[in-house]
């Protein structure tokens, strides 16, 4: 596995990929042209709160391909630390884009995770929106750890179904400790972890308005649509999260990634 040339943010001890879209994408896409293998964190708020009392999740999350500034906070912490050009890469917005270039490319995809049939609604709602696009497989796993049986099962599925590019849609942090385990188990290139975006792009789950991803509200209309799942998720995280940050920036707390 190797790393992305880009440079990192330290947010509180995560390094955070001083990314655009663009460049996520075009990195993205050189790595699979090369040959190489790589896994892509799509990281915010909660994941880096989650590696605070976690220290294996957050070299996981240091040791990824890219760390993508999934949330609007990561992106302005990376403009006061001076990246202007830092961009947000929201999960299902990268996968769409990926999924559409590779049209043309004709990177193969694989789609392992969500509730079951979710996968197979996206499969179907990518192939309506970027017809050509090559899905070879998808995979429901249980909720439980992969057997031997099942691990098994997936690498023949993924050799004979030869994926370039594996999106892993469980939530944070089971989906990074996946495709982190197997990424060098599995033969295939790329492993993406996007969380929701399995039940986004389905339609599934209702997206919020452009204005509220833009001004980083994205957060308060998920906990309305899903208040008993993600109360605590944001309602303790978040003013956790705004606090550490004031500290590191003042200079009371250090980090080290």
Known sequence: MIGSDQPRVNILGVGVSAISMESALEQSEALLARGDKGYICVTGVHGIIEAQSDESFRTILNRSFICAPDGMPTVWLGHLHGFRHMT?????????????????????????????????????????????????????????????????????????????????????????????????????????????????????????????????LQWLYRLIKEPKRLWRRYLINNPRFIWLSFLQLSRFRRYSV
């Open 88 to 216: 947000r890469v929201y999960g299902p917005d990268f996968m769409a884009n990926l999924c559409e270039r590779s049209v043309r490319s004709g990177y193969r995809h694989f789609l392992y995770g969500g509730k079951p049939g979710v996968a197979e609604e996206l499969r179907a709602e990518l192939l309506r929106r970027f017809p050509g696009m090559q899905i070879v497989g998808t995979y429901t796993p249980p909720f439980r750890p992969l057997n031997a049986e099942e691990e098994q099962d997936l690498a023949l599925q993924l050799k004979a179904s030869q994926a370039d590019i594996l999106w892993c849609g469980l939530s944070t942090p089971k989906q990074e400790r996946f495709i982190s385990a197997y990424l060098d188990r599995l033969p295939v290139k790329l492993m993406v972890g996007v969380g929701a975006a399995f039940d986004l792009l389905s339609g599934n789950l209702d997206e919020a308005p452009d204005w509220m991803k833009q001004s980083g």
